[in-house]
T-cell receptor, first 118, second 115 residues
Framework: GAGVSQSPSNKVTEKGKDVELRCDPI?????LYWYRQSLGQGLEFLIY????????KSGLPSDRFSAERTGGSVSTLTIQRTQQEDSAVYLC????????????????FGPGTRLLVL | AQKVTQAQTEISVVEKEDVTLDCVYE???????LFWYKQPPSGELVFLIR??????QNEISGRYSWNFQKSTSSFNFTITASQVVDSAVYFC????????????FGSGTRLLVRP
């Protein structure tokens, strides 16, 4: 079946502009995650959604970052007033509800959005 | 503190050689899961395996095998008879009971398999 999809694949923007990154999880997956991959910081967690609510926003680096999820499906990560240090690959992942006997389900990742802030 | 260490930044081997990628983890929790992901040049993270802390059985899948040893907090990954298509960055990751479902990743090991 279809995997996690993300759009756009690449985004070049000017410092100070706002950007929106989209994630479409695997159909039926209730949990959705955003991670960021940058040269200096490696892979780091940003935010986690269970359904439409975000129990853990601890990884968002500043109040310029926000995310929402509607209809328990598509999620949008918004970065306002972008800075050059926001340049990174933004990865989205999803997983299904826990199955019996399993504490954690595997997170499946999308191809990422490469963001370059000039 | 929870942490994953992949000390090997980059490994280069010739095709058909065996190669082992090291992963050492730290966690205070007794309940946790470990994962390996592959990131080819296309950029997508591809899931390879997961192992929970109560299952120390080693696993083999084709040319891939994993050695989980709680005594040394290691979860090493071996590729037998490596192929050029194995060239990628490999990440080890940890999730634990109080992690709020977020993975923490090691810094990755870049594997280059030369023909």
């Amino acid at each position: 079946g279809a995997g996690v999809s993300q759009s756009p694949s690449n985004k070049v923007t000017e410092k100070g502009k706002d950007v929106e990154l989209r994630c479409d999880p695997i159909s039926g997956h209730t949990a959705l995650y955003w991670y960021r991959q940058s040269l200096g910081q490696g892979l780091e967690f940003l935010i986690y959604f269970q359904g439409n609510s975000a129990p853990d926003k601890s990884g968002l680096p500043s109040d310029r970052f926000s995310a929402e999820r509607t209809g328990g499906s598509v999620s949008t990560l918004t970065i306002q007033r972008t800075q050059q240090e926001d340049s990174a690959v933004y990865l989205c992942a999803s997983n299904p509800d826990r199955t019996s006997g399993s504490l954690f389900e595997t997170q499946y990742f999308g191809p990422g959005t490469r963001l370059l802030v000039l | 503190a929870q942490k994953v260490t992949q000390a090997q930044t980059e490994i280069s081997v010739v095709e058909k050689e065996d190669v082992t990628l090291d992963c050492v983890y730290e966690t205070r929790d007794t309940t946790y899961y470990l994962f390996w992901y592959k990131q080819p040049p296309s950029g997508e993270l591809v899931f390879l395996i997961r192992r929970n802390s109560f299952d120390e059985q080693n696993e083999i899948s084709g040319r891939y095998s994993w050695n989980f040893q709680k005594s040394t907090s290691s979860f090493n990954f071996t590729i037998t008879a490596s192929q050029v298509v194995d060239s990628a960055v490999y990440f080890c990751a940890l999730i634990w009971m109080d992690s709020s479902y977020k993975l923490i990743f090691g810094s990755g090991t870049r594997l280059l398999v030369r023909p």
